[in-house]
């Protein structure tokens, strides 16, 4: 995998035991800071004590911020449906209704660390998981894993079916101070990039008096967060058309727009497009009702707009 450079972002993890966190100094010493929202290491779930302040903290300051559920895997399937809307619930306790965080949420996946379930298991629960978080949610779920569990577990490679996870977001745990471990993250898993690395457990930054878990991102904060909303919509109507314009998204991981009338799903336009055209023969139109205009960006993430523009015509 790829060596963090100059280029690269930087921030903390950190939980209810962080000593000291001052936002006001983190404001100006970090470029995104991920909190624990929950946890259910002994199988009980529960809200980190501090993450409903320290969100409110990263909101006031204006620090993006995203947030983690530390998950523990077992044989029982249903208790990945379980912790995974807990989890929905507890950040949305954290950043409000129907909003998860300005990066990308996350599941951390560190155990159980005796290997007493199946690689396949492991897998299946981490997979359902994740595919329940997306569908219910509409973001896209970042896996947390440290490269030693990736190696036990047997490379998370299943049998028949190669390595079902490697599609999603990579936050890899790999620590520079542990003398058998290589310079960077190696390939493995499935993985040969890194969305993040947490490359130390005993950092040290202004704003925070204890050591800290700290890590690199991506070169710009545009890889770690939603598209931008998009801005400058208009929409003008004939008898034949619809024509639809707006301003194009500065977002550096812009793959294109998805242009949607009355909720239906119209059509998708590349990065470099502002305006498109929908003929209403191809719509369902009532007569004297409005029509609305609405339009999302999405990133090579496959992460969407919080919210759509929209224009009522």
Known sequence: MQNNNPQSTFGPDINEYTQ????????????????????????????????????KSCRDYGIPCGAYHYAVPSYDLTTADQQCDDFID????????????????????????????????????????????ESKTRRRLMLYTGLFFIELYNNFNVPGKGYPLSNMPLWIAMYRDVPVNPAVPPDIGGWKRWKMWQYTEK????????????????????????????????????????????????????????IFV????????D?????????????TLQKNKPINVTIEAFDFDGEVSKTRAKVTL
């Open 90 to 133: 507890a950040l949305q306790q954290g950043f409000g209704v129907k909003d998860y965080g300005e990066l990308f949420p996350v599941v951390d996946v560190e155990a159980p660390t005796d290997k007493s379930i199946s690689t396949t298991a492991l897998i299946n629960w981490v997979d359902r998981f994740r595919k329940r978080f």
């Open 262 to 269: 009355n909720n239906y799903w119209v059509g998708t336009v």
């Open 203 to 258: 950092g040290r930054i202004r704003g925070i008096s204890s050591a800290v878990d700290l890590n690199w991102g991506p070169d710009s904060i545009d890889f770690l967060i939603q598209p931008r909303v998009v801005r400058g919509l208009q929409a003008t109507m004939d008898n034949n058309n619809i024509y639809v314009k707006w301003d194009k998204n500065s977002d550096k991981d812009l793959l294109g727009y998805n």
């Open 20 to 55: 000291n966190a001052d936002f006001s100094v983190l404001a100006y010493t970090v470029d995104f800071i991920y909190l624990r929202a929950s946890g259910s290491a002994t199988g009980r779930f529960r809200i980190d004590r501090k993450f409903i302040q320290y969100a």
């Open 271 to 283: 990065r470099d497009a502002t305006s498109f055209v929908i003929k209403n023969s191809k719509l």
